[in-house]
């Protein structure tokens, strides 16, 4: 009788100096940030198009690490919605909206001599991809054109078109069957 | 033991893993000479044919070049120039497609040889140990070498690396089947190549030089160990036999037991690998001056009645080689730029010969069946054995199909070298390279796409804290005005407006404005007992109004006094389309409140304008023609704005616009005319009512008001206008008429304005049903003043519509 209550005593003292220890940690070692919002982050494919209901990439990194779906991001396509369900250990949805799967990469295009130079573009561009100024033609950097779309509306005279990236010999890809490598002999 | 470099040396070779052994199939064309190509009738130049960037074009169409002459200067890194081929004329500068499993189109140009194939001048170097290393990597450069063997590496930057190269290996093994180009340029050519690999040697100035060739090409090793026979450490090596070991990696580690470090390149390990026709095209270009222009191409394959090694030029369409060797094309024909192993059917027989284009073959449906249908993997490990690189194909195979990129990269699929050995054994005829070279394209895509994301989230969170830096500055400049200085800032700001006001006065001195000001000030003044507090509100609202107008229309007040409506319209074409546009956008979701709001301030505007013209209409006749044109454009402006946005409403406006046409046939006045000819109305309207003022001040003032709302929604005020006598209005009419038609008298000043006020007082009494109908609603004598004026609003409106040129947008877009 006495060795069960040796042992509940060890065990529970065990448990104390180790329950300590994880509530000192648990404050001490704090993290700041939820470290799987990065991880969401460096996934989604920082458009910040805002298709997704959220205004920007990473507060629908901050939206899915609290438990919302992870197929609301057009831009992605399957892939990321793929990804993303990898890691947070959900299902993969099909994409939400009924988006084709392979989205069609696009940069916007001002048809400058339509341009007013309203600067309204240049505002809601998220990543500063416009240039020009006040009564100025305005243009895209194209390499800098995440294709969000985001220009498109504001524009009061309608001369911003989503063009789509022209393939060129860096990205084009080869088809399968394309060279017939078989047996010669 | 000896050292490395001594076995090297002595002669050791050293096995290679996998390999295959194909058919080599290099007996029909090697024994024959090289030929040479009569000239194309056309040369299809890419401006880039290397890996690298393409350098700045130096030639414009329709230019006449020489052969040798400089189509492209380099500009950057990795850019090397093209020469022209022969003498000609450049016909195009255009994309065409290109020499590349894709033909996507590239930019080339397009030669039409004149036949006379002249060179231009030619510096010849032969005595390049005396040139600086720089001068002699330069002449490499400019002659546009870059590596012949297939991957196209520019050799100037080859040449000039910074490490100390202890093995030159010159590469003759020319292991793909098919493929016996090198093979017969060194029979033909072993002393230009050996003098080309002197060049290399005093360049980069090796322990030992290796010249490897496959053991299947006696002539070639005998003819290459007669040339350097003489030359010190310089040694001919005859390798097995084996796919893939004329590859660079396979060879280095064939002939030195070393194995290039992944990612790495051979230099990396001291050693460097040079192509047979990269030596032969450096003897060319520095001890001759001669470019890169033109190369030996296999053309083989027993569709061709003659299966033989060509010089071809650069640019020379694969038709026009094909052609030359009697081409009979069987049904499904394919034709293969490249050896079977590695190279690539081509859509299309218009692609040029290229810088890295060593084989055309154009095989038999009997000599190189089509493919069978790819069956399942039965775990064979076959592809495992033959792999050059070691890698586990079929694991990668697995990989690549399941899109399991980590995967693919864990397991090195970028060491694969696309050989196609493990293809060639795959008794399931899986075609694991196509595989593999998806599966590389969509990594690398992804990579880009990592890049890209990484910097738009780089450049979206700059901005996002260049936004809240400057929304904090903001709230901090409206911190800073203490209390106390409110009042200063608003007094200030009443002074400000004071002075602007002046400043307007001054600046359109003989206009309006003070004029106008003036005269309320004296009509205040007059009927201040009965008319002050509804006055003074509108007063306030019109000079608000009038300011504003003043200061946007400015400019084109002036270029509209100035008489040069022409030039007007060019100017603000583009801007007049540009709003016309944004209007039919906005049209579904503008607001219909817009409208009466501004149709009340301009009725305000109309009428204080109206009764200060009253009071003075003798003496500031002319003066007023200009302030009212100003007015009549904004009031234009803002019912072409109403009429876009409620085009349900429109239907009168469209009646309107249908007659106008008529009139515009007959009248076929400028727009600018019909401006002052609706000015000179409402002028005229005005000073009619100068007349009555006296009696019936405050109903003047209305019923301008109200006419002027009329034009902008006839329907809507006529039920208010009934309200009104009709035999004021007639009377009124009457007076416009004739004074239009005293002002006509007056044509020393304005000649045409007074011509067309008198027409539009004619045209205003001649359709008065057309008005009525267009208002729909009254038969009073009043209906004829609204109508004639609508009709003149609506007339000057569709001509402008019509044109797509005018200032109402214009005025309107700042406001």
């Not at chain 2, 369409?317 to 094909?322: A, C, G, M, Q, T």
Request: charged share 25%; hydrophobic share 40%.
């Amino acid at each position: 009788m006495m060795i069960l209550f040796y042992a509940l005593c060890a065990l529970g003292l065990l448990a104390l100096i180790f329950g300590v220890i994880l509530g000192f940690a648990a404050v001490r070692f704090r993290v700041e940030s939820d470290p799987i919002v990065e991880q969401i982050d460096a996934i989604l494919p920082q458009t910040q198009c805002g298709q997704c209901g959220y205004p920007g990439c990473r507060p629908y990194a901050e939206a899915i690490a609290n438990g919302d779906d992870v197929n609301k991001c057009p831009p992605g396509g399957e892939a990321t919605v793929k990804k993303l369900a990898d890691l947070m250990g959900v299902e993969a949805t099909p994409l939400a909206g009924g988006e084709q799967a392979e989205p069609e990469k696009k940069v916007a295009y001002i048809r400058e001599d339509e341009c007013i130079g309203c600067t309204k573009c240049i505002q809601a561009c998220p990543v500063d991809a416009i240039v020009g100024a006040t009564r100025q033609m305005h243009t895209v950097l194209i390499d800098e054109c995440t294709g969000c779309d985001l220009c498109v509306d504001p524009c009061p005279v309608d001369c911003i078109d989503m063009v789509p990236v022209a393939q060129t010999k860096q990205t084009w890809k080869w088809q399968l069957q394309a060279i017939p490598v078989t047996q010669i002999d | 033991m000896d050292s490395l470099l001594a076995r090297i040396s002595r002669g050791q070779l050293w096995p290679s893993p996998g390999g295959v052994h194909p058919a080599v199939n290099k007996s029909q064309s090697n024994s024959l000479p090289i030929h040479i190509l009569p000239l194309p009738p056309r040369l299809v130049l890419p401006v880039k044919q290397h890996i690298g960037a393409q350098g700045h074009l130096l030639v414009n169409v329709h230019e006449q070049v020489l052969k040798g002459q400089a189509l492209t200067k380099p500009h950057a890194n990795w850019s090397v120039p093209v020469h022209a081929p022969t003498s000609g004329r450049i016909v195009d500068i255009t994309p065409m497609p290109s020499a590349h499993p894709s033909a996507l189109p590239e930019l080339s140009i397009i030669i039409e040889p004149d036949g006379e194939d002249r060179w231009c001048e030619l510096v010849p170097h032969p005595n390049y140990r005396e040139l600086t290393a720089e001068r002699l990597i330069d002449i490499l450069h400019f002659a546009g070498i870059s590596g012949m063997g297939g991957a196209g590496f520019p050799t100037y930057i080859k040449a000039s690396t910074k490490q100390q190269i202890e093995v030159l290996i010159i590469n003759g093994a020319e292991c793909e089947p098919y493929i016996s180009a090198d093979d017969v340029l060194m029979q033909a050519h072993s002393d230009e190549i050996v003098r080309g690999i002197e060049v290399l040697r005093h360049l980069l100035q090796p322990k030992i030089t290796l010249i490897a060739i496959e053991d299947d090409k006696p002539k070639a090793i005998a003819a290459m160990e007669q040339a350097c026979a003489s030359i010190e450490d310089m040694q001919v090596r005859a390798i097995p036999t084996k796919y893939p070991s004329g590859g660079e990696k396979q060879l280095i580690q064939i002939l030195t037991s070393k194995e290039v470090p992944a990612g790495g390149i051979p230099a990396d390990i001291g050693v460097l690998v040079q192509n047979i026709g990269t030596m032969y095209a450096v003897q060319q270009a520095v001890e001759l001056g001669k470019p890169l222009i033109e190369r030996v191409v296999t053309v083989t394959g027993d569709t061709l009645a003659e299966q033989r090694n060509v010089w071809a030029l650069l640019g020379t369409e694969v038709k026009h080689l094909l052609a030359q060797q009697d081409f009979t094309p069987e049904p499904m024909q394919r034709v293969i730029m490249g050896g079977p192993m590695m190279g690539f059917t081509l859509p299309t027989v218009r692609i040029p010969v290229v810088k890295t284009t060593n084989c055309i073959l154009a095989p038999s449906e009997a000599e190189m069946p089509f493919p069978g249908e790819e069956r399942a993997c039965i775990r064979c490990s076959a592809c495992a054995d033959a792999c050059p690189a070691s890698l586990l194909p079929q694991q990668l195979q697995w990989f690549a199909k399941t899109k399991e990129y980590k995967k693919l990269e864990e397991h090195k699929l970028f060491d694969c070298i696309e050989c196609g050995a493990c293809a060639y054994v795959c008794p399931s005829e899986i075609p694991l390279v196509q595989y593999y070279r998806v599966a590389k394209a969509e990594i690398r895509e992804q990579q880009i796409e990592q890049i890209k994301s990484d910097r738009a989230k780089e450049r979206f969170e700059a901005r996002k804290e260049r936004l809240e830096r400057e929304q904090e500055e903001r709230r901090n400049r409206h911190k800073r005005p203490s209390r106390s200085k409110e009042q200063d800032t608003q007094s200030k700001e009443k002074v400000a407006e004071a002075l602007a006001r002046v400043k307007s006065k001054q600046a359109d001195k003989g206009a309006d404005k003070d004029k106008v000001a003036a005269a309320i000030a004296r009509a205040k003044a007059k009927k201040a007992g009965e008319q002050l507090e509804p006055d003074n509100s509108e007063v306030a609202q019109e000079r608000a109004a009038r300011k504003e107008q003043a200061r946007l229309y400015k400019e084109q007040k002036q270029q509209a006094d100035t008489a040069e409506p022409v030039a007007a319209d060019d100017k603000k074409a583009a801007v007049a389309a540009a709003i016309a546009r944004a209007k039919a956008k906005k049209a579904a979701q503008a607001a219909e409140t817009e409208a009466p709001a501004q149709d009340d301030k301009k009725a305000a505007v109309a009428a204080a304008i109206a009764r200060a013209k009253a009071k003075k209409a003798a003496q500031a006749e002319d003066a007023d023609a200009p302030a009212q044109d100003d007015k009549k454009t904004a009031v234009a402006a803002a019912i072409a704005r109403a009429k876009a946005k409620k085009a349900a409403q429109a239907a009168e406006a469209d009646e309107a616009k249908v007659e106008t046409n008529d009139d515009a046939n007959s009248a076929a006045a400028p727009q600018s005319e019909e401006d002052k000819k609706k000015a000179a109305v409402a002028a005229a309207i005005a000073r009619a009512k100068a007349k009555k003022a006296a009696q019936a001040a405050d109903a003047a003032k209305t019923e301008t008001a109200q006419g002027e709302a009329t034009q902008d929604k006839p329907n809507e005020e006529a039920t208010a206008f009934d309200a009104q006598s009709s035999a004021e209005d007639k009377k009124k009419a009457a007076v416009a008429a004739a004074i239009a038609r005293a002002k006509a008298k007056k044509a020393a000043q304005a000649a045409d304005a007074a011509k067309t006020e008198t027409a539009q007082g004619e045209a205003t009494q001649d359709k008065p049903n057309e008005g009525a109908k267009a208002l729909d609603a009254q038969s009073s004598a009043e209906d004829k003043k609204k109508a004639a004026v609508a009709a003149a609003i609506a007339r000057a409106k569709a001509k402008k519509a019509a044109r797509d040129a005018q200032n109402k947008p214009d005025q309107e877009d700042p406001s």
